[in-house]
């Protein structure tokens, strides 16, 4: 039986490291590209892609500190032009409000954070003790970007619909954190193992709630009911209404759609405005 050696073994897991990370970046496409075709961002955040474009620049400066390490190099370089390509994306169909929070997340952690580190690293620590200062930071916002689905998984669980939490992006998570785990073990990187022993278990997590919801959605309220509904009835009943839309909604067809099964919260959307009969 071949036994290979420790440095072999590390540049395998980094290899499928490298390929299974591209593979995470390539999840949101789907995502993105419903933003792109509904010119909407709708419920999506953009405090993932915000943090892990944080966490990727902080990646890159340590690897750049340790040497070395240029498979950490080239996984966190996609991961930069990754995550910057999302962030344009939803900066151009965001809402005012959003895009403002965008903007104050990016200067925070981005702008103000990663300088604030580099330059206090570079200007008062020397040596290896700057190298596991960094390896610190490094670990401590991984945590924070292994954690921050848990708004998603939060949501799943509130609204019991897995529509913005792809089964993909789970899977390739996890198998993601296990590839990186061995790697940094293999290396006696600990600053890299560490932290994808969390994000193994928020990846199965939240591959578990996917099973559990994914079917939930598609339950819907008997269409003798929908029919009962008016339109009256419905805008009575709907929470909150954009004036400017009121007064159409009674000159329009009506699609109603339920979101939630929650008693007397429908959407509507107009389908068709009516067309008076020409004489």
Not at 13 to 29: R, T
Not at 69 to 80: R, W
């Amino acid at each position: 039986m071949a036994v290979f050696p420790a440095a072999q073994l590390a540049n395998t897991f980094g290899i499928l490291g490298n390929i299974v990370s591209f593979l995470v970046y390539l999840a949101p496409v789907p995502t993105f590209y419903r933003i792109c075709k509904r010119k909407s961002t709708e419920g999506f955040q953009s405090i993932p892609y915000a943090v892990a474009l944080f966490s990727a620049m902080l990646y890159l400066y340590y690897a750049f500190l340790k040497k070395n390490v240029i498979l950490l190099i080239t996984i966190n370089s996609v991961g930069c032009l990754f995550e910057v390509t999302y962030l344009v994306i939803y900066m151009i169909y965001a809402t005012r409000e959003s895009k403002a929070f965008t903007v104050k997340m990016l200067l925070l952690f981005n702008i103000t954070l990663l300088g604030l580190i580099i330059l206090c690293t570079e200007l008062f620590i020397r040596g290896q003790t700057r190298v596991k200062t960094v390896g610190w930071i490094c670990s401590a916002f991984s945590l924070i970007v292994f954690a921050a689905p848990l708004s998603i998984m939060r949501h799943v669980m509130r609204t019991k619909s897995v529509e913005f939490m792809p089964f993909s992006l789970s899977f390739f998570l996890t198998l993601c954190a296990v590839m990186w785990f061995f790697y940094g073990l293999l290396i006696k990187d600990y600053f890299i193992a560490a932290p994808n022993i969390l994000g193994f278990a928020f990846g199965i997590i939240q591959m578990i709630l996917y099973i559990v919801y994914k079917n939930r959605a598609q339950i819907s309220l008997p269409e003798t009911k929908v029919r009962d509904i008016t339109s009256t009835t419905i805008i009575m009943e709907i929470k909150s209404i954009d004036q400017s839309q009121e007064n159409s909604i009674n000159d329009c067809e009506l699609e109603i759609v339920v979101i939630e099964q929650v008693p007397g919260v429908v959407a509507v959307r107009p389908i068709e405005p009516k067309k008076e009969n020409v004489v």
